[in-house]
């Protein structure tokens, strides 16, 4: 039995009643979320000045803003009768229902900040309506909640004094640091704020001396400029990139150009300055291997998605925000960056201009419906649609396991890269051991040799003819073995399952006009000392591989093959066979498929969709080439 009551010092259990906590005790504890140090105050009384329609912000701190912050903006401002409302908790003029949070505009909705600030700190909101004649100033103290209100000289807009803070919580004032350290805390919430407002004024001083002032500028890169120097602009290249309602905008540094330290990373997420780690680890994978050691990529990144697509209530700072489609926003930013850099470095060097315009194409292109819906369970979407793959190329669908396929697409447009005829298709490559998939009950080769021999031109006329015609093909796959059975007229073709994948896998691979980044690279030890030519060969098939720290990384792959389960097809597909082998697609395509096949239980469900997306005719070929096929009378022939 769970004892709940609590143990004395004696150790005989004491009962605790359980009491509704003050107002004062309530918001302090939440204080404790909210207000970590005066930077978080700055920063909730800024965005409480933007969201009021500021266009001039002043800043005054005293010593790191323990003794006193000093906030005046020249906004909407707070009428008499709500100046003792805004100090509540829960109260607030921004959202009024939880259909308001799904769409949340503004910086603040959760009414918490002034009320958490209030109580840990002696505080003077002074305010006035444009509407209203007389300003009007409302003192708390943390000690008593209440609220006094009097008289104010004050020009329209509001003034937010904070003084003493944490003077009535010593534990959390023994974790301030020194006055410059918090200062620097400030001057960094200040920038980041500065960076979403090229349209406000921002005035920053400290102990009475002014320490910046961002004036109004009508573009982006100008305040960029005043904010983090003319060296940013020089040694980055702009961003501006659209994807099915996100729009990614911004500058990132140019390949190679990094600094000592991490001080110019800056994202903002509809406006909101955040330190999210999916885009961390985006633009991680971005810069990785392309900057010198201990050095650091400058960005500063603007996304803007749907509200609809962000939860923003996820963290006590909101520091954070959680996105609906996560792996999507990962794509894009590393797509966009990625390609971005790529883009000037290619261009500055024939160009040798140091900043370019931004690229006039758009290779990110709206989802077509159907891949749209492509989205795993986390709401997750599966893979990009390049300009090839649009909806005016053919019609997609979705194979079962959740890949997007364009069957018209490849049989009107003409492959990417021209098939290299092979006859040793599988030469080299094992089936899967019977220990894998039991029951491999027939010798295929000498098989389908015999079937070859066998048929007559006219009876393969008449395969065709039936073949062709999908309605007349029956097929069944034999529960825990690696064939398919299919039946065609008086027909039996048993086809090993790991032809038919090899088959979609190369057709995947040379579909892929573009490579894309796994949320999570995979790596292996780079034990077989893979060489640049065979690097070189996995990258022009959309594998892009590096080589760090004797690991092998694997990081993006052919956009069609996105979905496959990349953590453990890589291991097998680094292996000695493939490493000694002169790599074409073909053997590419039936390694990739074998182990695809030995890390997954291949439902029927998948096997139809590979066959319907195959069609009739290919299917008749691969059957023609790797299946043993047997007319119904051998089979039941009376001696058998
Ligand atoms: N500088 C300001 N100008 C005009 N109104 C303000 C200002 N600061 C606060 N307010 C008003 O006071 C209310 C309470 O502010 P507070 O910061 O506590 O909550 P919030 O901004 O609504 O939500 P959050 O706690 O998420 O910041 C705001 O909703 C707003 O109406
Ligand atoms: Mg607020």
Known sequence: MVDITNTS????????????????????????????????????LLENSLDAGATVVLIEIEQGGQKRILIRDNGAGIAKDELALALSRHATSKISNIDDLEHITSMGFRGEALASISSVSRLNLTSKPSAQAQAWQACAEGKQM?????????????????????????????????GKTEFQHIENIVKRIALTRPDVQFELKHNQKLCCRYPRVKDIAKRIEQVCGKNMLLNCTPIDYSF???????????????????????????????????????LRQVYEDTLPPQSFASYVLYLQVSPQQIDVNVHPAKHEVRFHQSRQVHDIVFKAVNDAISYYADNAATSGKNVLEAPSHNYIQTLSPARSDSSNKDGMSTNFVNNDYSDTQGSRSQSPLGLAKSSQHRSNVPARREIKANHDFYAGIDLPSSSQHPLPTVELTKATQHNQAAHSNEGQNEQHRQLASPSLTMHHYLYNSPYVVLARGENLDVLPISKLLAKIVKIRILDSTIAQPLLMP????????????????????NMLMSVSHQKLILKQVPCELRQLPWASIFPQLISAEIIAHKLDADILASTIALAWLRSLEVTSSMLNGWMNELGAQQLQTLCEKHAKSLHLSTWMSPDK
């Open 522 to 541: 995979v790596s292996v030890e780079n034990k077989l000392s893979i060489k640049q030519t065979q690097l070189d060969y996995f990258a022009n098939m």
């Open 146 to 178: 209440q609220v006094e209100l009097k008289p104010a000289a004050h020009p329209d807009g509001t003034s937010i004094e904070v003084l003493d803070l944490f003077f009535n919580t010593p534990a959390r004032r023994k974790f301030l640091r020194t």
């Open 244 to 282: 099915d309602g996100m729009v990614l905008s911004g500058y990132c540094s140019k390949l190679g150009h990094g600094i000592a330290t991490r001080d110019l990373q800056y994202t903002f997420v509809n406006g909101r300055m955040v330190k999210d780690k999916l885009l961390a680890h985006a």
């Open 9 to 44: 010092p004696s150790g005989s259990a004491v009962h605790r009643p359980i009491k509704i906590l003050s107002p004062q005790l309530a918001n302090q504890i939440a204080a404790g979320e909210v207000v970590e140090r005066p930077a978080s105050v700055v920063k909730e």
